[in-house]
């Protein structure tokens, strides 16, 4: 499949170290070159984003504006995806578009005007965009709703329903999720389905350290300063995420959270900081992480036991992406915690001694 790329990705993806697709890659090609709507379901970190990228900018013509419309649930994942976009699209000389909330209106309604091939974005602006006759629904052959399940919530289903709505009938949807746990019904008549199991996470190792509850945080600050580490750090709740945060960066650990609150710029300048090595633990719960991708992230930490399978193995996939080796590190405080993780993964138990981590 990969000789059927045009040469300046083959190039690309020589540099990059891809010797082949990945399965959900290869498996979605041809019906989306084809037209058909699509359900790919693929884990987390199994390269979702390049399965539907790749054969969609394949279809569009060059300077012809607004063809290709891709809806993400939140500003990180379109911003992300828009970061991917630009860089396979610019190789084929496509242009495209972030259109975000939190952003100005004005700016975005200035890009337009260079007549993107590609529009990226959430569902509020860019409804907000379709309602100022901006966006022209028309124009666009395929929409992509990334994280399909994600889009489903209220917060956002109306946007995603009344988008829909303004485009001619014969548009092609493709729908992309790590999980098929939402409403069927919402699918389009006709939906191709690819399902790819789960044997990315086959990489991924886990363990767990036992730790008293009070004594969590001052863990978390121990695994900062082991040399080269960096962990995405994962909480069950806001109130123990702020609290955590307050007392690392209290203790001197270069720790941030990702909490909601924290507005788009600097979130971005905390991911961008991250994933350069110069923070050390960034903060998160499940809801402000979706959607995060980092590259060769080595390590995700579990506060505490996940509430259920499909959590940990979400949680799990922003490590281990594409093949690469990851580790998950649960944080056990009583012998019940072991038990519900025990449901979830077979791991092996940690200590940490001399800023080093070693098999009990």
Same mark, same amino acid.
């Given at each position: 499949?990969?000789?059927?790329?045009?040469?300046?990705?083959?190039?690309?993806?020589?540099?990059?170290?891809?010797?082949?697709?990945?399965?959900?890659?290869?498996?979605?090609?041809?019906?989306?070159?084809?037209?058909?709507?699509?359900?790919?379901?693929?884990?987390?970190?199994?390269?979702?984003?390049?399965?539907?990228?790749?054969?969609?900018?394949?279809?569009?013509?060059?300077?012809?504006?607004?063809?290709?419309?891709?809806?993400?649930?939140?500003?990180?994942?379109?911003?992300?995806?828009?970061?991917?976009?630009?860089?396979?699209?610019?190789?084929?000389?496509?242009?495209?578009?972030?259109?975000?909330?939190?952003?100005?209106?004005?700016?975005?309604?200035?890009?337009?005007?260079?007549?993107?091939?590609?529009?990226?974005?959430?569902?509020?602006?860019?409804?907000?965009?379709?309602?100022?006759?901006?966006?022209?629904?028309?124009?666009?052959?395929?929409?992509?709703?990334?994280?399909?399940?994600?889009?489903?919530?209220?917060?956002?289903?109306?946007?995603?329903?009344?988008?829909?709505?303004?485009?001619?009938?014969?548009?092609?949807?493709?729908?992309?999720?790590?999980?098929?746990?939402?409403?069927?019904?919402?699918?389009?008549?006709?939906?191709?389905?690819?399902?790819?199991?789960?044997?990315?996470?086959?990489?991924?190792?886990?363990?767990?350290?036992?730790?008293?509850?009070?004594?969590?945080?001052?863990?978390?600050?121990?695994?900062?300063?082991?040399?080269?580490?960096?962990?995405?750090?994962?909480?069950?709740?806001?109130?123990?995420?702020?609290?955590?945060?307050?007392? !690392?960066?209290? *203790? #001197?650990? =270069?720790?941030? %959270? $990702?909490?909601?609150?924290? +507005?788009?710029?600097?979130?971005?300048? &905390?991911?961008?900081?991250?994933?350069?090595?110069?923070?050390?633990?960034?903060?998160?719960?499940? !809801?402000?992480? *979706? #959607?995060? =991708?980092?590259? %060769? $992230?080595?390590?995700?930490? +579990?506060?505490?036991?996940?509430?259920? &399978?499909?959590?940990?193995?979400?949680?799990?996939?922003?490590?281990?992406?594409?093949?690469?080796?990851?580790?998950?590190?649960?944080?056990?405080?009583?012998?019940?915690?072991?038990?519900?993780?025990?449901?979830?993964?077979?791991?092996?138990?940690?200590?940490?001694?001399?800023?080093?981590?070693?098999?009990?």
């Amino acid at each position: 499949m990969k000789d059927k790329l045009p040469l300046p990705w083959q190039e690309e993806l020589e540099k990059l170290g891809f010797e082949k697709l990945s399965p959900i890659q290869e498996a979605a090609f041809t019906p989306i070159m084809e037209g058909e709507n699509l359900l790919g379901v693929s884990p987390t970190g199994t390269g979702k984003t390049l399965a539907y990228l790749f054969p969609s900018l394949l279809k569009l013509q060059a300077r012809k504006a607004q063809q290709l419309l891709i809806l993400a649930p939140n500003t990180e994942l379109a911003g992300q995806i828009f970061e991917v976009v630009k860089d396979w699209a610019g190789l084929l000389e496509l242009q495209s578009q972030l259109f975000i909330s939190g952003s100005s209106q004005k700016r975005q309604i200035e890009r337009l005007k260079k007549g993107p091939e590609i529009l990226i974005g959430t569902p509020g602006r860019i409804f907000e965009l379709v309602k100022l006759k901006k966006i022209k629904m028309m124009q666009v052959n395929t929409i992509i709703l990334d994280e399909f399940d994600q889009l489903l919530e209220d917060s956002h289903y109306h946007f995603v329903d009344k988008i829909i709505h303004y485009v001619p009938r014969n548009q092609q949807l493709i729908y992309m999720s790590a999980t098929t746990k939402f409403d069927q019904a919402k699918l389009a008549a006709g939906t191709q389905r690819i399902e790819i199991n789960n044997q990315a996470m086959d990489q991924i190792k886990h363990y767990y350290l036992q730790v008293s509850k009070r004594d969590k945080v001052e863990l978390l600050r121990k695994l900062s300063n082991i040399p080269d580490f960096r962990g995405l750090v994962f909480f069950n709740s806001l109130s123990d995420l702020g609290n955590a945060e307050e007392k !690392l960066q209290y *203790r #001197g650990a =270069d720790a941030f %959270s $990702l909490a909601s609150d924290v +507005n788009v710029k600097f979130r971005k300048v &905390l991911l961008d900081k991250f994933k350069d090595h110069q923070l050390t633990l960034l903060l998160a719960t499940d !809801l402000v992480a *979706r #959607g995060i =991708d980092i590259d %060769s $992230l080595e390590c995700v930490i +579990n506060y505490e036991v996940p509430r259920d &399978l499909e959590t940990y193995t979400h949680r799990s996939g922003r490590t281990g992406r594409m093949g690469k080796e990851g580790t998950v590190i649960t944080l056990i405080s009583q012998a019940q915690d072991l038990k519900d993780l025990k449901k979830y993964a077979q791991p092996q138990e940690l200590i940490l001694k001399n800023q080093k981590l070693y098999l009990a």
